[in-house]
């Protein structure tokens, strides 16, 4: 079996709006054989994308049909390129964009099944970073399931300024939803050209401002979400979550292979549910047999991250808005996110934000080390003068009383009074317009 036949073969696959078949209009791409196996890219324009399905079913009969052939693999990949068009010879290589110049690192977390807790490490290592000095932003890709406003305690509707969206803020992390935007309970039925919007705005669409870590929830599988991020943005890096359990490293080993193939460093595996410890008898059990995340690294050549295991505390953490994390930062389960949150730190080559204010400390003010902290507290002071007037007009008000440790403390009153609701939507509405001005800043605290 060779390149020839595959062609030959694929040839008489039509569009059928155009009328010509695949080969001709240089949709196909990038053909691999291996034994009996058959791998290639269709690469394809937004305007072809609805009939993706159509296309690669026909051209996987085809293929199936030749003698030898026992399997065919097929990816959609993005033919919108400058020098591209019909019949032409365009690169088939993904068109990318930037979409967030002031984000040092993005990365994916990514799985190729559902249920495996993608989500789950998705939350405990942006909070791990956070926890470590790094500005941290955290985005729900997985558009028909959004879990991270539930899994980080907050689900309100994100204010708008200038045509974009202010993200909410959890445990230290930025967020960005559309559990946020659709009332909860409500199911999306989208095509692909729709998801790959809804994707584009939740990164284009929202003042991220500069951070060190943007990290990307997917959803399950290697579809359109995967696709429209790895145009939109350069990834950093995407780690695959998966169980020990062989139809779920299946999946996860297409996931990889996805990611690879576009370019996109796979920073490792995390096996995720690999035991269970019973509290009463301390008796291991391999409920979804073990080691299989650890063995696809190595298969892979891919960076083994580590082992979490089926645990209550995760589970209860993830339905209280309160993450391991946080929960029990000291535990062995936290531990091993802060080394994973360590791992990406060290790879990134990114000071973080203590270090860097120790640095400058150290040589910018030598002949007087206090100027950079009145500078500070004067920013800090202006942005509280700022919103003042705003919350007066509501019968509210905001005094600043100190900053210490990259904390700011304030005097605040509500028009509801002591309303605990009330007084922490103001907290956060003055974290903002604080952190505009000084955004190094740990938090504002209500004294």
Known sequence: MNSEQILRALKKVTDPDIGKDIVSLDYVRDIHIEGGKVSFSLALTGAVCGKKGVLQEDAKKALMALEGIDSVDIMIVSGEN?????????????????????????????????????????????????????????????????????????????????????????????????????????????????????????????????????????????????????????????????????????????????????????LGIVENMSYFVCPKCSERTDIFHHGGGKRTSEKEDAPFLGEIPLNVQIREGGDSGNPIVISDPEGPIAVAFKNMASGLIEKSGISMAEERSANIDKTENKENPMSESEDKKQSIIEALETVRPYLQADGGDVEYVDYVDNVVQVRLKGACGTCPSALMTLQMGVERAIRERVPEIKGVVAV
Do not use: C
Not at 105 to 116: F, L, P, R
Not at 186 to 195: A, D, H, N, S
Not at 230 to 242: D, E, M, N, R
């Open 82 to 266: 400058k020098d591209m068009h019909v019949g032409g010879h365009g690169s088939g290589e993904v068109q990318q964009q930037n979409l967030l110049p002031d984000v040092k690192n993005v990365i994916a977390i990514a799985s190729g099944k559902g249920g495996v807790g993608k989500s789950t490490v998705s939350v405990n290592l942006a909070i791990a970073l956070a926890k470590q000095g790094a500005k941290v932003g955290l985005v729900d890709l997985d558009i028909y399931g959004p879990s991270i406003p539930m899994m980080m305690g907050i689900n309100e509707e994100p204010q708008v300024e200038e045509k974009k969206f202010i993200p909410l803020e959890s445990h230290g992390v930025k967020l960005m939803s559309l559990g946020f935007l659709v009332p909860e309970g409500t199911p999306l039925i989208w095509r692909g050209p729709m998801v790959m919007g809804a994707v584009e705005q939740l990164l284009k669409d929202v003042q991220w401002g500069d951070l060190d870590f943007l990290m990307v929830d997917l959803p399950p599988g290697t579809g359109d979400a995967q696709l429209s991020l790895t145009q939109k943005v350069p990834l950093s890096g995407v780690i695959i979550v998966t169980t020990p359990q062989d139809v779920a490293l299946l999946d996860a080993t297409k996931g990889l292979a996805m990611f690879r193939k576009v370019d996109v460093e796979v």
